[in-house]
Nanobody
Framework: QVQLVESGGGLEQAGGALRLSCAAS????????MGWFRQAPGKDREFVAA????????YYADSVKGRFTISRDNAKNTVYLQMNRLKPEDTATYYC??????????????????WGQGTQVTVSS
């Protein structure tokens, strides 16, 4: 059973930085992308960033472009999200996602078969 375990969330002031990690375990699986999504209370889950596992190509939501960086460590089966210049509107539960479903849009939840339990990020003003 594939498991994705996120870590690194917390409380940070606006302008600060946090680094999220997502470690995959439980066996091999087809991973076209690994990605991060977030969901704030009362809002839909939204795409944040993704990385194509084969070549490291990255994709970002416009709201985080230039502030967040997604990266991977193949040997550790881990993907990271470095979040700089945090804003209060970045406050949300952040979810890691992986595993191919047959869809190929990196920014669509339907492209991911496995999801982590989420880690809370709170940015104070």
């Amino acid at each position: 059973q594939v498991q994705l375990v996120e870590s690194g969330g917390g409380l940070e002031q606006a302008g600060g930085a946090l680094r999220l990690s997502c470690a995959a375990s439980g066996g091999t699986f087809n991973r076209l992308y690994m990605g991060w999504f977030r969901q704030a209370p009362g809002k839909d889950r939204e795409f944040v960033a993704a990385i194509r596992w084969s070549d490291g190509n990255t994709y970002y939501a416009d709201s985080v472009k230039g502030r967040f960086t997604i990266s991977r460590d193949n040997a550790k089966n881990t993907v990271y999200l470095q979040m700089n210049r945090l804003k209060p509107e970045d406050t949300a539960t952040y979810y890691c996602a992986a595993g191919a479903t047959g869809y190929s849009e990196p920014n669509a939840p339907r492209s991911y078969a496995y999801w982590g339990q989420g880690t809370q990020v709170t940015v104070s003003s």
